[in-house]
């Protein structure tokens, strides 16, 4: 199994951590990751708002780039997968855009085909991988630790354009990847309120982050009435959102939430028993000190 | 460049539109806004013109969640509404300034952060692969023929 590795910008610059946690846990379950020069997705929240045509045209040549090498794409954030999957789609049956698109990148030496197809690493993980490789490569099971997952909204909605080979006639859709692969790996997914509520990054990142903060807020109550223990994303902007916004909101609120939250390759490295100094485990702001003693097995591996 | 919503949008569409409120009502920016919600921008679309709706600053509170969308009774489109109202409001230089930053950082850079010292320390700490040089000049070609232009200066 061989992808073309889409980092997009939030992992590798702000949070590096992740982008070796994913790398490290890739190598482990045998798929092997091309690096090439991709830019910027460019993000939903930003370039496609303001200007669309030119948005089109970028992540068409990102698509290119990957159709070159012929490989499919394995994105880590939500945003990432958002364009890349609505580009794909949009070029592969849109005659006209098609057109216009491979225009404008004439110059470039690139010609939009179609002939690839953009993952999340939580499908490539649950679909492609699937669950009893990973349940093989547990060493150390989590432990029943309460999680609520946060999927966010980029990653699947809308449906009918994030997954249309089977959701293209759906109204609505429920995920359950990452609840399955965190039952796999030990952990206890619970369910909460407001499971499917935007984390409210993109509010932050444009106007109003005091404003996002207090969406977060919302979903980290209703966690904390189920006793939820950690927050487990797939995207490193809800992540962002739970980790430093909680940060944030403790300032603000005093709530005390002490609820630490992990991206889904550090779940899985922590349960492999990979080296923990590459799982990025530096780079929370609300402590996973309580987290890491609910696993004490782990704590053999952890840094000198 | 686009004069008007309908040209990217069907105006017909709206029409279905029996103010439920089912979107805004599912609307986490409703929720730490006043008076803003996807119904009340499809409203103002209709009674008072588009031109009232792309100078007002706060079509941004948009998270871009796409709920709106999923709970529509009437399946009306609203993110593909709302984006063409963004690319209009940008036009009319109704765009947020941390908006407006991140652009400019793309067209000079091809990335959305700004990669210093600290974040190429960090990548070399986890020996990590140097981020990969962009061709800025194919970039910078793309974005002058797509006509970003007209939104941001590109010299």
Known sequence: MKYAFFLGCVIPIKYPGFEKATREIMKALGVELMDLPFSCCPAPTNLKLVHYDTWLALAARNLCLAEEAGLSILAMCNGCIN????????????????????????????????????????????????????????????????????????LYRPPRIMYPEDLSEAASYVPVSMDHILAILGAKPIEYSRKFLCCGSALGTNIDPQAANEITREKLQHMKKRNIEAVAVACPSCFSQFDRGQMMLERKHHDGFHLPTLYISQLLGLAFGLDQKNLGLEDHRISLGPFLEMIPDSRRQGPA | MIKSLWEVFNKEDLLECYQCARCTGSCPAAQVMNSYGPRETLLRCLNLGQEAVVTDERIWYCTTCHVCEDRCPQEINIPELLTAIFNLAAQRGNLPEKIKFTLDLVAKTGRSLIINDKVLKDRQKLSLPPMAALNLDEIEGILKKTGLGEIIDLS
Do not use: W
């Open chain 1, 83 to 154: 364009t890349l999957k609505e580009a794909n789609l949009i070029l592969k049956t849109d005659g006209r855009r098609r057109q216009q698109v491979n225009q404008a990148l004439e110059g470039s030496g690139h010609t939009f085909k179609g002939e690839i197809e953009v993952k999340h690493l939580l499908d490539v993980l649950y679909q492609e991988i699937g669950l009893e490789k990973i349940a093989e490569m547990v060493k150390y099971p989590l432990q029943e630790i309460r999680m609520g997952c946060h999927y966010g909204c980029h």
